[in-house]
């Protein structure tokens, strides 16, 4: 590790300490007395407010600061952090009060005018395709803020034009080709369920039910995810499958690589059996075998479904 990535991480390794002594560091990062001892010196010029105790029993300090103090970042690290901040253009909502614009400019005021034109010329050059969506999702803040605090909330959602109250608990946000989706406990039904973000109207907080720690929720989540009437699959693809698979899959689904072979292995719930069939059929010619039959059967009629249906169009 250089001393710049070693002051660097020592910074981050600090802030949060009230107090520490030069053997933490010595020990840490293997350095010598003499070393740690200039790198402590070295914080302190960059601004860290740090204080020493002198004594037999003598320790180093750290000043509470709500801020933390300067960090510096290499060249790709810049570029990264750039670059990630831009993917938020594909969401028309997130769940912070921000102008992607305004945070841009921010951005490139701490860098020099030359690095500036160079990501300029890389966003250019270097895309990250994200699927965009103009749903709105003005409550996303709302429920994280909720899901954090653990709150039971009063829910009205509205779907194909019907409007619905519900009570819950959210606690895991996700993010799927530009469409936000939130998963909640239901204490109504006492069952989970996955709301769409930009179908939520409102959200109010209620003491009607005792709110539920969130590692306790997600636990349920994966028991209850798989239901007991579940029916598994498993789907043989070419090198081509392989790549649809990475492109697009879902938590219920796994890749196998097992020699030659490349299989898609999972299941699926009763009342998913539309959802898995038009799934697969994106993979096309890809796809080698099927496994169940019944899974195979669902395909076909699908296929054939579709099939009628371009044929009226072409009348």
């Known amino acids: 590790m250089s001393k710049s990535e070693r002051i660097n991480d020592m910074m981050i390794y600090l802030n949060d300490k009230n107090f520490f002594n030069l053997k933490d560091l010595m020990d840490r990062y293997d350095i010598s007395k003499s070393t740690a001892l200039r790198d402590v010196a070295s914080l302190e010029e960059m601004g860290m407010p740090i204080f020493s105790e002198p004594g037999r029993n003598g320790r180093y300090g750290v000043l509470k600061n709500k801020l933390l103090s300067p960090i510096v970042f290499t060249v790709d690290e810049m570029s990264a952090l750039y670059f990630s901040m831009l993917t938020l253009k594909a969401y028309e909502s997130t769940p912070f009060h921000l102008k992607l614009e305004t945070l841009k400019r921010k951005f490139e005021m701490c860098l020099s005018e030359g690095y500036i034109d160079e990501l300029h010329k890389m966003e250019e050059i270097l895309r990250f395709e994200v699927s965009k969506h103009n749903n709105s999702s003005p409550l996303l803040k709302d429920i994280l803020k909720a899901a954090i605090e653990e709150q039971v909330c009063n829910l009205i959602y509205t779907k194909k034009g019907i409007r619905k109250e519900y009570k819950v608990q959210f606690f895991d946000i996700t993010a799927n080709y530009g469409q936000w989706y939130v998963t909640a406990f239901n204490f109504e039904t006492e069952s989970i369920r996955v709301f769409r973000c930009d179908k939520i109207e409102c959200i109010s907080i209620i003491d009607d039910y005792e709110s539920k720690k969130i590692k306790e929720l997600k636990q ?52 998913e059996e539309k959802f898995i069939s038009n799934y697969f059929i994106n993979y096309s010619d890809s796809i080698i075998s099927i496994k169940p039959n019944s899974l195979k059967e669902l395909m076909v009629e699908r296929v054939s479904s579709l099939s009628e249906y371009y044929k009226k169009m072409m009348l």
Do not use: Q, W
Not at 224 to 239: L, Q, Y
Not at 243 to 267: R, T
């Open 220 to 271: 349920a989540f994966l028991k209850v995810f798989k239901r007991k009437e579940a029916i598994d699959f498993e789907i043989e693809v070419t090198k081509k499958g392989v790549d649809l698979f990475y492109k697009e899959h879902y938590p219920s689904m796994n890749l196998l690589i097992e020699g030659e072979g490349n299989y898609i292995k999972g299941f699926y719930n009763k009342g």
